[in-house]
C-alpha cells in the first residue's frame, strides 16, 4: 500500500491548479449565466494534453495514468464542473471504448485526434425508454452489405453539440436482446442521416452541452463497428465502469470546490461579534464534510488504482460514485446554509455548485443503480 | 543551434522571509518559486523553439532541490537542465554568481547561433546586475529588457521595451538577452511532457566540475569571495492600509489634500 503520489502526479497536480486557478475559476460564473460551452479552454486544455491523460503516447495520449486523469478532472470541476463534465464525458466515455475495443486502424483514425484534443468526443447510450434500463435500446443498426443503416434517436447526451466524434449503442439484433442483440458504433458528425437536437436547459452544468442525437437513414461505412456485433452491450458496461471513476472524480471536485468557497466565506462572515467559523455547529460540520470528502477522495484514488493495473474496479467505481456524488450534495447544500442569505443570491459562487453537485448523482448511472451493482457484487 | 537560459529559484515573496545567522537568506527554509522574469526568458526560448526547432537548456544556480523546478521547467518544453550546485558557491554575491553561471555556460558552449537568456532580475536580490555580468565574461554583445524576438540565421531583431517607448535592435548571435514578465505569458506544463521530464538529461556541475574553468577564480566565488555581503536580511514591518481614491477632478485632489491635512502632513 502506497499513499504517495509520484512524482509525474505531483507535478499533474500542481499544472491543474495553476490552470484552474488562472484560466478556468475566474471566469466560471459569467460562463455559467451565459450558457457558455467552453470551447477556448478545451482548445487549451487540447494543446496541454489534458484531453488523453491516461492514454498511451503511440494514440495521441499524454502517456499518463487514471491518478492523474482524476487529479484533473477533480480540480477541474472544483473550479467549474461544467468543465470537468467536457473532458470526462470525452476522454473515458467516447475514447475509453474506442481505446479498449477498437482495432488498431480504428484507434489511428478515430482515437489518436480525439487523444490529442483535436476533435471532441461523446457517447451516446440514454434514449427516450431506455435510461436506467439502458439495454431497452430501441435505436437500430441493419447490415446493409456494404454499410450499416441506423435509425432512431439518443438523448441528453453530453458534448453532443460540439462534438465530432460519437459512439453510440444500437439494436442489431431485437431477437437477442440487451445481450449479444446490441451492436456498437462510431458516428461523425458529418455522417449523411445524422444530426442533433437543440440544446437542454438544465439545472446545472449549464456549460455543457445536452442535446439530442437523431438517426435518419444513417449511413455509416461497415468499419466503424467496434468490437464485435452483439458485444455492444458489454462494451457499453464496460467503458461505464472505468468512466464512473472520473464521475466519482467530480462529486470530489465539486465538493471540494464547495469546500474552500464556504471556508473562505466563513471566516469573513462575521456574526454576534465572531467569524462564523468560531460556532461550533458549523465548525463541526465543516470537519465532518472534510473528513468525508478525504474518504471519498481515497474511494476514487483505490479505484483508479485497480484501473491502471488493469484490474476489475466496477464495485469499487460504483461505491466511489455514489459516496462521492452524495457528498458534494451534502458539501454544497451545507455550504449554501453557512452561506446564509447570500448562498441564494446569484452573486455567490457557492449555488453553482448546489445546482452542479445534483447531475452527479444521476448521469453514469442514478445512485439507486449503482447501490444495485454494489448490492449485487456483495450480496451474492 | 542552443538557447540556454538561466532561471533562478527564489522564495515565494508571499510567504515569510527567513534569515540565517551570517544575515543571508535561508532558502531551504521557505517556499520557493521560479522567478517571474526568468520565467519570460524560458518562454521566450521555448517560442524560438517552436520557430526554429532549437534545443533549450535551462540553467540554475542553487541548493539541491532546485532541480525540481528544472525538472518543471522542462516539463514546460526545454529539453535538458543544468543544475549548478556545490557548498563552495553558496552565499556568492552577483559577481561570483555570474562568474560561476558563465563559467558553467562556456562549459556547456557557446557556439555561432546560440542565444543566452536570463531574465531582467530576481526578485529576492533585485539587483538586474547578473544578467549583463554574463554576458561581459563571456564576451558576448547583450540586449536587455527584450520585448519580442525574432531570429533570421545568425542575426536576432528585437524590440527593446522602455519606460517611454521601445527600440528595435538588431544582434548578431550569439548573444545574451535579458526578459521582463511583462513579456509574454508562460506556457503551462504539459501533461504529456510532464511524463518525460524526469527522463531527460539533467547535469550537476559541482565545483569539481567547475573548478578548472578558466572563467573560475577560486578566491572569488561563494561567501567568502564575495566583494559585496549582505549586512542583514528581515522581513519587513506591514504597513498600514492604503486610502485610493479615484477622479482626476477637483474633487478629488480637495479630498487629498484635506487627507492630508487632517495628518498634518501639509
Ligand atoms: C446532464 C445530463 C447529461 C447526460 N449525459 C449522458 C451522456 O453523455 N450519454 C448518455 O448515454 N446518457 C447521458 N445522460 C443520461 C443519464 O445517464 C440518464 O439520465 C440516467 O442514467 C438515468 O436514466 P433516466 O433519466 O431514464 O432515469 P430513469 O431510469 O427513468 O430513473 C428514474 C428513477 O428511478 C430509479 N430507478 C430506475 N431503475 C431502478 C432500479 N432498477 N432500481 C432502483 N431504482 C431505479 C432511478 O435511480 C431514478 O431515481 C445524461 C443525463 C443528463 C441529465
Redesign the interface.
Known sequence: MNFQLT??QE??K??VE??CEEVVAPVADDMDVEHEFPVDIVKQMG????MG?MWP?EYG????DYI?YCE?IERLTAAHAAVGTVVAAHTSLCTGPIYYYGTEEQKQEWMVPLAKGERLGAFGLTEADAGSDSGATQTTAVDMGDHWLINGSKIFITNAGYADTFVITAMTDKKLGTRGGISFFIIDKDDPGFSTGAEEDKLGIRCSSTRELIFEDCKIPKDRLVGKVGQGFKIAMGTLEKARIGVAAQGVGVAQGAFEITKEYMGQRKQFGKTINKFQYPAFTMAELYTRIEAARLLVMRAADLADKGMPCGTESAMAKFYASEIAMDMATKGVQFHGGYGFINDYSIQRYFRDAKIMEIYEGTSEIQKLIVSGAILR | MKAIVCVKQVPDTSGVVAVKADGTMDRAAMATITNHDDLAAVEAALELKDKTGCEVIVVSMGPPPAEGMLRELIAMGADRGVLISAREFGGSDTYATSQIIAAAVNKIGVDKEDVVFCGRQAIDGDTAQVGPQIAEKLGLPQVTYAADIDKDGDKLTIKRLLEDGHMMLSVETPCLVTTVKELNNPRYMNVGLIQECFDKPLDIFDYEALKDEPLIDPDTIGLEGSPTNVYKSFSPPAKGACQMLEGSDRGTVDELTGILADKHLI
Open positions: 512524482r509525474e507535478l499533474t500542481k499544472m495553476k490552470f494543446e496541454l494534453g489534458m491523460i503516447k495520449g499524454a502517456g499518463g492523474q484533473v
